[in-house]
């Protein structure tokens, strides 16, 4: 199908969706509340307005750099522009509907453990003087500031699949799967996890910055994904080689540098708990770098700079629950642990089982947020340097992670493969063999990214 007609398609999809969404469900951690009480500090205000701004640095240019570079030339700029391309239709999409099911208003107590309402549709109802709750009494942000950092996070985690379907699914495809994706898969986790009245967060499940609500939903969705698509042209036969990892390498510092906004960002106020998030951020990344190299050694290969940033982003996807979950000295096991199973699933589990995760979505945000789901649970207790009360025992904490893992896992899947059916019944997933192997830059966009 040509391009214009498929992203008419997109746009009628997307039209279409604007219409469907009916009235309203759910209520979020971070509750609107107008009492009298709760007053809004300019420095909180402040310090989450630049903590949006990095995790949209984290997305462009950072992840469109990370997966461009990754990728062989000729799909370089069909990476970068469906990384950006989605991120914007997530940032209109959760004004139009996500955000009011993932933290609007509740209408219904059976549908409450799992998903909102319809009540802030458009941001009906949401001022200028609107203000949500923070974790301290007394202190509030204007929900505008949380909107809008919570959306950079929707954005980011649904580009993050690309990353599972480099080089062989169609931009149009890929459009029309990020809005239903977004609608049934990230609105119901975020709500689970992060929303007062939530099925996870009720049980008391720790996920700072979104171990299971990014990570794990974006890692296993891209799994399932490439599963679905199957392999491309030529894999496992042919080299897939890096094109460039200087943009690979600049493009992690651009993450690693992001990444504060989205954990510190995560406390929701300039506070002693932003500053733990921040050096748990320093350090598990720090650590996880170098323990990946150190496994390269290992192994008999030399320490790569591939291996070094694949650490780096494995340490900042285990961290991110356990962020303000954990003390530094915890983040730096939990962080080298993570590299060193992030390695073996990458680099032994996947050659083996023969599956092309094109960019190891899945080997590095998948099994990386598992590991950090599940370990924050260790981490997070006192004994261990951790901020928890020790009031939970391990083995109780443990379970809350184990289910809310789970349900992700599950949750995920499904929701991915009924995307995928969808957007192929409409446009199609791949492109013509001839096409695929010309690359996606000139097919889908009529583009090169570099004139030789």
Request: aromatic share 8%; net charge neutral; with cysteine.
């Given at each position: 199908?040509?391009?214009?007609?498929?992203?008419?398609?997109?746009?009628?999809?997307?039209?279409?969706?604007l219409c469907?969404?009916?009235?309203?469900?759910?209520?979020?951690?971070?509750?609107?509340?107008?009492?009298?009480?709760?007053?809004?500090?300019?420095?909180d205000?402040?310090?989450?307005?630049?903590?949006?701004?990095?995790?949209?640095?984290?997305?462009?240019?950072g992840?469109?750099?990370?997966?461009?570079?990754?990728?062989?030339?000729?799909?370089?700029?069909?990476?970068?522009?469906?990384?950006?391309a989605?991120?914007?239709?997530?940032m209109?999409?959760?004004?139009?509907?996500?955000?009011?099911?993932a933290?609007?208003?509740?209408?219904?107590?059976?549908?409450?453990?799992?998903?909102?309402?319809?009540?802030?549709?458009?941001?009906?109802?949401?001022?200028?003087?609107?203000?949500?709750?923070?974790?301290?009494?007394?202190?509030a942000?204007?929900?505008?500031?949380?909107?809008?950092?919570?959306?950079?996070?929707?954005?980011?985690?649904?580009?993050?699949?690309?990353g599972g379907?480099?080089?062989?699914?169609?931009?149009g495809?890929?459009?029309?799967?990020?809005?239903?994706?977004?609608?049934?898969?990230?609105a119901?986790?975020?709500h689970?996890?992060w929303?007062?009245?939530?099925?996870?967060?009720?049980m008391?499940?720790?996920?700072?910055?979104?171990?299971?609500?990014?990570?794990?939903?974006?890692?296993?969705?891209?799994?399932?994904?490439?599963?679905?698509?199957?392999?491309?042209?030529?894999?496992?036969?042919?080299?897939m080689?890096?094109?460039?990892?200087?943009?690979?390498?600049?493009?992690?510092?651009?993450?690693w540098?992001?990444?504060?906004?989205?954990?510190?960002?995560?406390?929701?106020?300039?506070n002693?708990?932003?500053?733990?998030?921040?050096?748990?951020?320093?350090?598990?990344?720090?650590?996880?770098?170098?323990?990946?190299?150190?496994?390269?050694?290992?192994?008999?290969?030399?320490?790569?700079?591939?291996?070094?940033?694949?650490?780096?982003?494995?340490?900042?996807?285990?961290?991110?629950?356990a962020?303000?979950?954990?003390?530094?000295?915890?983040?730096?096991?939990?962080?080298?642990i993570?590299?060193l199973v992030?390695?073996?699933?990458?680099?032994?589990?996947?050659?083996?089982?023969r599956?092309?995760?094109?960019?190891?979505?899945?080997?590095?945000?998948?099994?990386?947020?598992?590991?950090?789901?599940?370990?924050?649970a260790?981490?997070?207790?006192?004994?261990?340097?951790g901020?928890?009360?020790?009031?939970?025992?391990?083995?109780?904490?443990?379970?809350?992670?184990?289910?809310?893992?789970?349900?992700?896992?599950?949750?995920?899947?499904?929701?991915?493969a009924?995307?995928?059916?969808?957007?192929?019944?409409?446009?199609?997933?791949?492109p013509?063999?001839?096409?695929?192997?010309?690359?996606?830059?000139?097919?889908?966009?009529?583009?090169?990214?570099?004139?030789?």
């Amino acid at each position: 199908m040509k391009p214009g007609r498929a992203l008419g398609r997109v746009s009628v999809f997307f039209l279409f969706g604007l219409c469907l969404a009916g009235p309203a469900a759910a209520q979020d951690a971070a509750e609107t509340t107008q009492a009298v009480a709760a007053m809004v500090d300019k420095g909180d205000t402040a310090w989450m307005m630049v903590a949006t701004l990095l995790v949209l640095l984290m997305t462009l240019p950072g992840l469109a750099l990370f997966y461009g570079g990754l990728v062989r030339a000729k799909n370089m700029l069909s990476v970068m522009t469906q990384v950006g391309a989605v991120a914007a239709l997530a940032m209109l999409a959760w004004i139009g509907w996500v955000y009011s099911l993932a933290f609007g208003p509740d209408t219904s107590e059976t549908l409450k453990p799992f998903i909102a309402g319809t009540g802030k549709l458009f941001l009906s109802g949401v001022m200028p003087d609107s203000i949500v709750a923070t974790f301290s009494d007394g202190v509030a942000l204007p929900e505008y500031s949380f909107i809008a950092f919570q959306m950079t996070f929707a954005a980011i985690t649904v580009a993050l699949i690309v990353g599972g379907v480099a080089e062989r699914l169609k931009f149009g495809a890929m459009m029309i799967f990020a809005l239903i994706w977004l609608t049934i898969v990230y609105a119901p986790i975020a709500h689970m996890v992060w929303a007062a009245g939530g099925l996870f967060f009720e049980m008391g499940a720790l996920d700072f910055a979104g171990g299971t609500v990014v990570h794990i939903n974006a890692g296993v969705s891209a799994l399932v994904a490439c599963l679905i698509l199957g392999p491309r042209v030529g894999f496992p036969r042919e080299p897939m080689l890096p094109h460039s990892m200087t943009l690979t390498m600049v493009g992690t510092g651009l993450l690693w540098v992001g990444w504060f906004g989205f954990n510190a960002g995560s406390a929701l106020e300039a506070n002693a708990s932003a500053a733990l998030a921040m050096i748990n951020t320093f350090a598990a990344t720090a650590a996880a770098g170098l323990a990946w190299m150190a496994a390269e050694r290992l192994s008999g290969h030399k320490p790569s700079a591939l291996g070094f940033c694949s650490g780096i982003i494995a340490g900042l996807v285990a961290v991110t629950p356990a962020a303000g979950n954990s003390g530094p000295l915890g983040a730096v096991v939990l962080g080298a642990i993570a590299s060193l199973v992030c390695y073996l699933v990458v680099t032994k589990l996947k050659p083996r089982l023969r599956y092309d995760d094109s960019l190891d979505a899945f080997g590095i945000h998948g099994v990386g947020g598992i590991i950090g789901a599940i370990g924050t649970a260790i981490v997070y207790q006192p004994g261990l340097g951790g901020p928890g009360d020790g009031s939970v025992p391990v083995a109780s904490q443990l379970l809350v992670q184990l289910a809310a893992v789970g349900v992700t896992i599950v949750w995920a899947a499904i929701g991915t493969a009924i995307a995928l059916l969808i957007a192929k019944a409409i446009v199609g997933l791949r492109p013509e063999r001839d096409a695929e192997l010309e690359g996606l830059d000139i097919t889908d966009h009529g583009e090169r990214a570099y004139n030789y």
